[in-house]
């Protein structure tokens, strides 16, 4: 009883109108908590920027709804934790924003012990976005990095994913309530990201996912991390969006190069020309933070063994199959064009890609193109 009343407070000072982000923060820099700032003198909040006579009069008068209060029972009933501003597990670099949420609904568990880096691109993602944001998200995961994404279908499930199958830490930033996990089919993966990180959301339980709690969901995901990294967007892609922000707000900014002909990397490309570092390997995100982390030397010298020594194929393979992986890479080749290539019969190449595909090492895409399975070179 005595934390829901602690929570009283601050959604009924959320729910005053007039009193959004930025001005609830600049009262909570001032006052300290909300029952300082309902308990202060008018002339008091009126030194507040931004809060008129009329607005203190109404802070005065206001009190809690038997809905909000409902709202708190049913998110702790629920076993959520509702993490406050002035809480220690508040994510840290979010409180430095401008307008950060003033309460945030978490599922899991949030840390400000391990630095935290977003990746986020393109719902309508290519194999090449996947796979690329599936092994930047386990390499940094394996260094110790937490992965934050917004759960979206495409680049942002993979790098939850991707943090996952490294064992690693992974926050999900959503644009609905945590009582209405959107899209539906990841509620799966929001229970697998729950167990190993959080997921956070600012909006009531049961809001639904409507088109303007994505943008404002984006500066969550910006405001939490060191930097973003954005893989396969394009030019009105929303991933954009949560890149400018990350700009604004001090933070670094990522961008994966794509193929020129692609239009899914037309946004990254735009993003490279405006200044965004251009990642290669994850050696390119942490050397950008290791002034900024409490052992340094130690991911970084992680991130460059993990550079020079990328992932190899498996050591059984002949020599025939090992060229026939050398003339591969991320993006799709033709099996007639790969014949030329490595001057090879195209009965005796067909079944070298049949074995190598039931491996999983190569990937057969439609119109008789393959591709190697991961980017393993």
């Keep these: 009883m005595a934390f829901f009343e602690k929570l009283e407070p601050w959604f009924a000072l959320k729910s005053i109108p007039g009193i959004g982000n930025l001005l609830f923060k600049r009262l909570?820099?001032?006052?300290?908590?909300?029952?300082?700032?309902?308990?202060?003198?008018?002339?008091?909040?009126?030194?507040?920027?931004?809060?008129?006579a009329r607005l203190a009069r109404n802070i005065h008068r206001h009190r809690l709804s038997p809905a909000t209060r409902a709202e708190i029972e049913d998110a702790l009933a629920r076993g959520?934790?509702?993490?406050?501003?002035?809480?220690?597990?508040?994510?840290?670099?979010l409180r430095r924003i401008e307008d950060p949420p003033p309460y945030l609904y978490v599922r899991g568990t949030?840390?400000?012990?391990?630095?935290?880096?977003?990746?986020?691109?393109?719902?309508?993602?290519?194999?090449?976005?996947?796979?690329?944001?599936?092994?930047?998200?386990?390499?940094?995961a394996s260094l110790g990095f937490v992965v934050v994404s917004g759960m979206a279908l495409g680049i942002?499930?993979?790098?939850?994913?991707?943090?996952?199958?490294?064992?690693?830490?992974?926050?999900?930033?959503?644009?609905?309530?945590?009582?209405?996990?959107?899209?539906?089919?990841n509620r799966g993966l929001g229970d697998r990201i729950a167990g190993q990180?959080?997921?956070?959301?600012?909006?009531?339980?049961?809001?639904?996912?409507?088109a303007h709690h994505f943008p404002a969901r984006n500066r969550i995901i910006s405001g939490m991390c060191l930097g973003t990294v954005v893989i396969e967007a394009g030019r009105k892609s929303g991933s954009l969006i949560t890149a400018r922000l990350a700009a604004e707000q001090n933070r670094?900014?990522?961008?994966?190069?794509g193929s020129i002909r692609s239009f899914h990397s037309t946004g990254t490309h735009s993003l490279i020309?405006?200044?965004?570092?251009?990642?290669?390997?994850?050696g390119d995100i942490?050397?950008?933070?290791?002034?900024?982390?409490?052992?340094?030397?130690?991911?970084?010298?992680?991130?460059?063994?993990?550079?020079?020594?990328?992932?190899?194929?498996?050591?059984?393979?002949?020599?025939?199959?090992?060229?026939?992986?050398?003339?591969?890479?991320?993006?799709p080749v033709h099996i007639d064009q790969l014949a030329v290539r490595l001057d090879m019969p195209a009965g005796r190449l067909s079944a070298l890609l049949l074995d190598l595909e039931l491996r999983g090492i190569v990937s057969r895409e439609a119109g008789g193109s393959f591709l190697l399975c991961g980017d393993r070179r």
């Design 80 to 93: 959520l934790h509702i993490v406050t501003f002035n809480d220690p597990a508040y994510p840290e670099l």
């Design 197 to 210: 990180g959080a997921l956070v959301s600012e909006f009531p339980l049961h809001a639904e996912p409507e």
């Design 286 to 331: 942490v050397e950008e933070f290791a002034g900024m982390l409490q052992s340094p030397d130690a991911p970084t010298e992680k991130a460059r063994v993990q550079q020079e020594h990328p992932a190899s194929l498996p050591a059984d393979l002949s020599d025939e199959q090992r060229r026939v992986c050398g003339a591969l890479g991320p993006y």
């Design 156 to 185: 942002d499930t993979s790098a939850h994913r991707g943090a996952l199958s490294a064992e690693g830490a992974t926050v999900a930033v959503l644009g609905s309530g945590l009582a209405h996990i959107y899209p539906l089919r």
């Design 273 to 282: 020309k405006q200044g965004a570092k251009l990642v290669e390997h994850v």
């Design 28 to 52: 909570i820099e001032r006052f300290e908590n909300p029952s300082n700032v309902f308990r202060a003198p008018a002339q008091e909040l009126s030194r507040v920027e931004g809060i008129s």
């Design 252 to 257: 670094e900014v990522f961008a994966v190069p």
């Design 110 to 140: 949030l840390t400000n012990r391990v630095p935290h880096v977003a990746v986020v691109g393109s719902r309508n993602a290519t194999r090449y976005g996947l796979s690329t944001a599936a092994r930047l998200s386990a390499d940094l």
